[in-house]
């Protein structure tokens, strides 16, 4: 399979509208309290990263090392924002993001 705009396109094209529309819906993760320990319930399709990265800046500068926050990783998640740097591999915004599905994702 090559992940190209064409394939996407066939792809979107043979899922029905009102699929598209609940797949379009669904949050990114979901952040919910909870009354005992550990006090938070967080799930994420994909998961969170924790292991240490070089992160860059959007110019492509290498600006930081090391594990990347996962509030930062929630937030991003919760806008829909899939290019935000602490979600792509690296933290580097001219890479692709680390689940190969999600460079394909409409942003909302």
């Known amino acids: 399979f090559e992940p190209t705009p064409e394939a996407r396109a066939r792809l979107k094209a043979a899922v029905p509208s009102a699929h598209l529309a609940f797949l379009g819906g669904l949050e990114w993760c979901h952040d919910a309290p909870l009354p005992f320990p550990p006090g938070r319930l967080v799930c994420v399709h994909a998961g969170l990263s924790v292991a240490p990265a070089a992160r860059y800046d959007r110019a492509g500068r290498r ?15 919760k806008r829909r924002d899939f290019r935000a740097p602490c979600l792509l591999e690296g933290g580097n915004a001219c890479q692709s993001p680390r689940d190969p599905g999600a460079k394909w994702a409409d942003p909302g």
């Not at 600006?63 to 998640?77: H, I, R, T, V």
């Open 63 to 77: 600006c930081a090392e090391g594990p990347l926050p996962a509030a930062a990783q929630l937030e991003a998640l």
